[in-house]
């Protein structure tokens, strides 16, 4: 699957801009602020309904502007046109051939899409959260019935976490006993679909990864993702009973699927504490082109990757093995930014392969000859 053509209005520093596409590498460079980055979320948003950066619509929309609008020609076995239109707040539409997606939820996983930056090491030294939202994105592309699935549960527990604050403020005697009856009755099937497909993931994940890593380091550790969910011992139903006095007491929901984590490990050890910079870099690397290759497997079509500012962060020849590994593995069309020209340009005429090279400066996007 590639995106050839790509036309932004109003998308953040972009105010009209449409840009012709490699369907193998496309390399965008330009001093910082100058829009490389908005430029690959706005094909991450083309493709997913929404930033890369969690930033919400009206962050997105062209300060002054009331709209934003993105068309992509999409190649994949004919040929798609993607239209998304959003007025923050009011209107969010997303047209494949001139027909709307009922849901945005419909939309996901058509256009299978991974970015890789240097703020994926948050995803081993942040909170759980980052981690649980890794699984959701990949699994959220792969199966529709697991976004509908968290989505539903997400707001449950949103409204149960809501009625546990209001009981905490209007004093003793206000738990409504059917009313949390009610919610956690919601949540299992939700819950277990959920658990169910993040264990069977991280354990497809595994194998993919280690041998990523090992083609990544060179190393000879044994490197793993284990999965960390309350639910591995009890079931839902008998955690939610345990914690009915907890969870009135703290206010909030202490159990569920909410509460999963990935834990990484190096030779059965947390990787936390225990791997060097480097080593974790690579960790991560292996981790999100596990994701790529899973998702390339498991889905008809060839995902796109946006590599954002990678240069920057790792080291000539890390880069430069990473090309190699992305061009030999069958890698489909990606999409890299640098601040250097001449680094990436110095990189890519190593390999043998097509590629346009953009300079953006101040959301203006050229083409450069190569
Ligand atoms: N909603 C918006 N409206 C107008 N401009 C915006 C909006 N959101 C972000 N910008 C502008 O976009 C610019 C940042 O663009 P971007 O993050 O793509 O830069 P970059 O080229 O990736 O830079 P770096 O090399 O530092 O990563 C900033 O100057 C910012 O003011
Ligand atoms: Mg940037």
Not at 129 to 151: C, H, I, P, V
Not at 202 to 207: T, V
């Amino acid at each position: 699957m590639q995106l050839l053509k790509l036309k932004l209005t109003n998308f953040k520093n972009y105010a009209a801009e449409q840009v012709e596409l490699s369907p193998k590498l496309n390399c965008f460079t330009g001093l910082n602020g100058m829009g490389k980055t908005n430029l690959l979320d706005a094909i991450y948003y083309l493709c997913m309904s929404k930033s890369c950066l969690s930033v919400r619509d009206n962050h997105i929309v062209m300060q002054g502007a009331s709209f934003f609008r993105l068309e992509g020609i999409f190649q994949t076995d004919m040929t798609e046109k993607l239209v998304a239109k959003v007025i923050p707040s009011n209107q969010k539409v997303f047209e494949r051939n001139g027909v709307a997606a009922k849901t945005l939820a419909e939309h996901i996983g058509r256009y299978p899409i991974i970015v890789i930056t240097p703020d994926d090491t948050q995803l081993a030294t942040e909170g759980s959260e980052m981690r649980r939202r890794f699984l959701d994105n990949t699994l959220s592309q792969l199966d529709n019935n697991y976004l509908k699935a968290l989505l539903f549960y997400n707001k449950i527990l949103r409204q149960r976490n809501a009625a546990l604050k209001s009981f905490g403020k209007s004093g003793q005697g206000s738990y409504n006993e059917a009313l949390m009856q009610s919610y956690n009755k919601q949540m299992l099937a939700p819950a277990h679909l959920i658990f169910d497909k993040r264990k069977a993931l991280i354990e497809k994940l595994n194998p993919v990864f280690l041998d990523l890593y090992t083609a990544i380091s060179g190393g000879q550790e044994t490197v793993s993702l284990a999965f960390r969910s309350q639910l591995l011992e009890h079931s839902l139903e008998d955690l939610l009973e345990q914690a009915k006095e907890k969870d009135r007491i703290l206010q909030r929901s202490t159990c569920g699927i909410h509460k999963d984590d990935l834990i990484f490990k190096t030779e059965n050890q947390p990787v936390k504490r225990f791997a060097s910079q480097g080593q974790l870099k690579s960790f991560i690397l292996a981790m999100k082109l596990a994701q790529y290759e899973l998702l390339r497997l498991e889905k008809n079509k060839v995902p796109i990757l946006l590599l954002d500012d990678i240069f920057d962060k790792l080291d000539e020849r890390r880069v430069a093995a990473l090309i190699e590994l992305l061009l030999k593995r069958e890698f489909g069309q990606i999409f890299i930014t640098d601040t250097h020209s001449k680094r990436v340009a110095g990189i890519l005429d190593r390999f043998d392969e097509d590629y346009k090279e953009f300079e953006i400066q101040d959301g203006r996007v050229s083409g450069l000859v190569n």
